[in-house]
Nanobody
C-alpha cells in the first residue's frame, strides 16, 4: 500500500508561481509512474503531468506544457510539481497519484486516471485574477 500526501497549495496571483510536493509513506516510488492531476469545480479530473520514477521520463498535458515542471528527488523520495505563470483557470484541487510502471506504455496510459492505483487527498491551488 502506498500513501500519498500532497503539500504546497495556496492562493497565488495570476502570473505567480507555486511548488507542490508529493511524499509517499509505505514504500518508495521506484516501481511507479507518478502523476499529477487536477480537478476544478464541476469538471472532470484531468491529467497535468507525470514522471516515471526509475527513468525520469516525463509527460505533460499540452495545456500546461512550458508552464509546469515535474521533478523527482530521489534522496527524500518526493515528486514535485512547479507551477509558473499561473492563470485563474489553473484553479483546482491538485492530486498526486501512483500507477504501477507496467500499466504505463506511453502518454495515453500516463494521462489516463484509471491507470493509477493510489491517490493523495489533494491540495487546493487558487489563481486569483
Amino acid at each position: 500500500q502506498v500513501q500519498l500526501v500532497e503539500s504546497g497549495g495556496g492562493l497565488v496571483q495570476a502570473g505567480g508561481s507555486l511548488r507542490l510536493s508529493c511524499a509517499a509513506s509505505g514504500r518508495t516510488f521506484s516501481p511507479y509512474v507518478m502523476g499529477w492531476f487536477r480537478q476544478a469545480p464541476g469538471k472532470e479530473r484531468e491529467f497535468v503531468g507525470g514522471i516515471t520514477w526509475s527513468t525520469g521520463s516525463k509527460y505533460y498535458a499540452t495545456s500546461v506544457n512550458g508552464r509546469f515542471t515535474i521533478s523527482r528527488d530521489i534522496v527524500v523520495n518526493t515528486v514535485d510539481l512547479r507551477l509558473k505563470s499561473l492563470k485563474p483557470e489553473d484553479t483546482a484541487v491538485y492530486y498526486c497519484a501512483a500507477a504501477p510502471v507496467g500499466k504505463i506504455r506511453g502518454y495515453s496510459d500516463a494521462s489516463n486516471r484509471y491507470r493509477y492505483d493510489y491517490w493523495g487527498q489533494g491540495t487546493q491551488v487558487t489563481g486569483s485574477s
